[in-house]
């Protein structure tokens, strides 16, 4: 069974950058897809990003489009999620995700897709 541990969530100033990490334990994720989705108070899990682990191909959400980049570590089974130009808006809870199908061109964008979450990770993000 996979386990998915997200860090690096914190409270930055409007402008600021973060980068979230997410390590995957318990099985390799090389055919799959992952993703980065979060959750503001009183909202609905929104995607924000993915990726097919074995093409590189990558998807995103058009409110971080040009801002957020998702990558991954094969070696180190670890998901990444680089965001810069931070805006007060983006203060969520992030999540990553596993999607356990087989991975066929672009990654899956919809939160019913995943089936292996993370426990999240707070992003604040002050004006």
């Known amino acids: 069974q996979v386990q998915l541990v997200e860090s690096g969530g914190s409270l930055v100033q409007a402008g600021g950058s973060l980068r979230l990490s997410c390590v995957a334990s318990?099985?390799?994720?090389?055919?799959?897809?992952m993703a980065w989705f979060r959750q503001a108070p009183g909202k609905e899990r929104e995607s924000v990003a993915a990726?097919?682990?074995?093409?590189?191909?990558?998807r995103y959400a058009d409110s971080v489009k040009d801002r957020f980049t998702i990558s991954r570590d094969n070696a180190k089974n670890t998901l990444y999620l680089q965001m810069n130009s931070l805006m007060p808006e983006d203060t969520a809870v992030y999540y990553c995700?596993?999607?356990?199908?087989?991975?066929?061109?672009?990654?899956?964008?919809?939160?019913?897709?995943?089936?292996?979450w993370g426990q999240g990770t707070q992003v604040t993000v002050s004006s």
């Open positions: 318990g099985r390799a994720v090389s055919n799959y897809n």
């Open positions: 995700a596993l999607d356990i199908s087989l991975a066929v061109g672009p990654p899956r964008f919809r939160i019913q897709d995943y089936d292996r």
């Open positions: 990726i097919n682990w074995n093409s590189g191909s990558t």
